[in-house]
């Protein structure tokens, strides 16, 4: 039991380190470790897991405590979490440390400035991605631009609009109209 | 100290803060958690600005670890100091990790039916909004020139048309683009 956590927290604890810029970069190393290396899953319980978390409420990421979860039970689970959160908090928390008491200085300015275009075109390709991969054809492609205008123009609550979503799919599968 | 630019709102404290997380990380069904925050955050309660919460994002993307929790502890330290970082880091991860490993149980049992399918598919194309809306923001507040116009449009390409892998894209054009802006900043001065 032991070894298989400290497994766990060998194969998560480097990953963290190199997800830059969105977990899903990091989803492929992840499945060549618990499938092939380590073979703790086979593929199509992988699937099914990475299904579950894709479409689980909660940071994308949580997929590794549902490897642990599988793999060492209640300990795994825990261990596998931290494995891939806890290593880089302290890194953020000492940025964010830093910002707050110097502002304004040149060494600050100066990222902020060059990261925001970067920022920007990985969040947009992020909801290109997105956008490309719908499930439920053009009913969903409405959806999302409709959902975007009300997101942008409106208060609404976003729960609301994501039920609206779940039940306008819902409602359109019902009545056929989804080939 | 207490004079960040950001509005004049209350603080939350600590114990807020977390419950404030818990419910984002437990209701964000179909993805698109930084949208989130950025809607419960920003729009919602003007706890700090719109320039303010995308420098997080920004840096929170640049450097290592899930974007998500950075940005928790970010927005946590910015509002309560290091209780609220920790508060941001619990709330975003430990009450959906404890969810997540109970839906894994119950979708089990549901998977068949594909309305289910249906329903979550039609969650993610409203999420996509979320995201969508917080991608406009931040593209609208890249500076009009020509060089972070020409760093947008090579990131985007890079990711979502060549599927180039982030680390290196980050990293590369990362240091490119700061160095250019440290350099302007030098020259605004001298």
């Not at chain 1, 480097?14 to 703790?40: F, K, N």
């Not at chain 1, 949580?62 to 979860?69: E, Q």
């Not at chain 1, 060059?114 to 390709?125: D, K, N, V």
């Not at chain 1, 719908?134 to 975007?148: F, K, P, Q, S």
Request: glycine residues 10%; charged residues 10%; aromatic residues 12%.
């Amino acid at each position: 039991m032991g070894s298989v956590l400290w497994s766990l927290w060998a194969v998560f604890a480097p990953l963290s380190l190199v997800t830059i810029g969105g977990g899903q970069a990091t989803v492929a190393e992840i499945h060549r470790q618990v499938v092939d290396v380590h073979q703790w899953m086979t593929a199509q319980d992988f699937l099914n897991t990475f299904a579950i978390a894709r479409l689980a409420p909660g940071p994308g990421s949580l997929l590794v405590t549902l490897i642990g979860w599988n793999v060492g039970g209640f300990w795994g689970a825990v261990v596998a979490t931290l494995a891939i959160f806890a290593p880089t908090a302290f890194l953020i928390y000492g940025v964010a440390y830093l910002w707050r008491r110097h502002r304004g200085a040149r060494w600050q300015l100066a990222p902020e400035a060059g990261l925001r275009p970067i920022a920007a075109g990985m969040i947009l390709a992020a909801v290109y991605v997105l956008f490309m991969a719908l499930e439920g054809g053009w009913w969903a492609c409405a959806i999302a631009v409709a959902a975007t205008l009300l997101m942008s123009r409106s208060r609404l609550n976003p729960l609301l609009v994501i039920v609206c979503g779940a039940a306008v799919l819902c409602a359109a599968q019902w009545a056929g109209w989804l080939s | 100290m207490q004079t960040h630019d950001c509005g004049g709102a209350p603080r939350p404290t600590a114990w807020r803060l977390f419950l404030f997380f818990s419910r984002i990380g437990l209701t964000s069904f179909g993805g698109g958690l930084s949208g989130w925050l950025f809607r419960e955050f920003v729009q919602e309660r003007a706890w700090m600005s719109e320039e303010e919460f995308l420098n997080g994002l920004s840096l929170s993307q640049a450097l290592p670890g899930v974007n998500v929790k950075n940005m928790a502890i970010w927005i946590g330290c910015r509002l309560a100091g290091a209780r609220g970082a920790a508060a941001g880091f619990m709330g975003i991860i430990v009450p959906p990790a404890i969810f997540i490993v109970m839906l894994a149980a119950v979708f089990a049992a549901f998977n068949k039916y594909p309305l289910t399918n249906m329903a979550l598919a039609g969650a993610a194309a409203a999420a996509i909004g979320l995201s969508a809306s917080m991608a406009i923001t931040a593209a609208r507040r890249v500076p009009r020139r020509v060089l972070p116009m020409m760093f947008l449009a090579a990131t985007f390409v890079a990711v979502a048309v060549l599927h180039w892998p982030l680390l290196w894209v980050v990293l590369a054009e990362g240091a490119l683009s700061v160095a250019i802006e440290y350099r302007r900043l030098g020259c605004a001065k001298g």
